[in-house]
């Protein structure tokens, strides 16, 4: 079974730092996707990142970046120049062949002004 | 493009009674998946419907059902209502129904069973 661990239940960076959530996952598989999501207090999914496992490049998307390292199977999401509508859960999840995605259990980012 | 919409926003009932909820995807996606949300189980998935065929279902008890209409809209139907069942039910739309594709969440719609 896939399964994803996000070991971190809450983390806290001060604005404008960089923060980095960690993510592993356990698979078999070698063509799979990963995707980060932000869930703000508001309630409603946001796709922040993707990777796609095929590509050796980490995905970036302005401040958010990922380290994706396919052996190690572990993809964390940095954030960089923290901001205040940072703040939100986060869930790292997985997905390969016409599977349902897998969510972790997600981290709790605080941005402490 | 308006997002992914989910009826009603809010919902309480008492243990026996049933539920069915609703989700509009986003205007030409054909793949409508859903999942539970709770505070101990996070999010766990409960099915896939992609052209009005159920893909994917996970471990969930019978009680809990879906459909798809032509239109892509689908429902789910929750019988029989457990205390447990009391969670935040998200609805996730997209293009089809592919790995590599991006899934757009809807609001949820939080239920509470008393």
């Known amino acids: 079974a896939q399964t994803v661990t996000q070991s971190q239940p809450e983390m806290s960076v001060q604005e404008a730092e960089t923060v980095t959530l960690s993510c592993t996952y356990d698979?078999?598989?070698?063509?799979?996707?990963l995707f980060w999501y932000k869930q703000p207090p508001s309630r409603q999914m946001i796709l922040v990142i993707r990777q796609e496992a095929y590509k050796q490049q980490n995905a970036t998307e302005n401040r958010f970046s990922v380290n994706f390292q396919k052996a190690a199977k572990s993809f964390s999401l940095k954030i960089s120049d923290s901001q205040l509508g940072d703040a939100a859960m986060y869930f790292c999840?997985?997905?390969?062949?016409?599977?349902?995605?897998?969510f972790g259990a997600g981290t709790r980012l605080t941005v402490k002004p | 493009k308006a997002g992914v919409t989910q009826t009603p926003r809010y919902l309480i009932k008492t243990r026996g009674q049933q539920v069915t909820l609703s989700c509009s995807p986003i205007?030409?996606?054909?793949?409508v998946s859903w999942y539970q949300q709770t505070p101990g189980q996070g999010l766990q998935f409960l099915f896939e419907y992609f052209s009005e065929t159920q893909r994917n279902k996970g471990n969930f008890p019978g009680r809990f059902s879906g459909r798809q209409f032509s239109n892509s809209r689908s429902e789910m139907n929750v019988s029989t209502l457990e205390l447990g069942d009391s969670a935040l039910y998200l609805c996730?739309?997209?293009?089809?129904?592919?790995?590599?594709?991006?899934?757009?969440f809807g609001p949820g719609t939080r239920l509470l069973v008393l």
């Open positions: 205007s030409g996606h054909r793949s």
């Open positions: 999840a997985y997905r390969r062949g016409n599977n349902d995605m897998r």
């Open positions: 698979t078999s598989e070698s063509d799979y996707y």
């Open positions: 996730a739309s997209s293009l089809i129904s592919r790995k590599s594709e991006t899934q757009y």
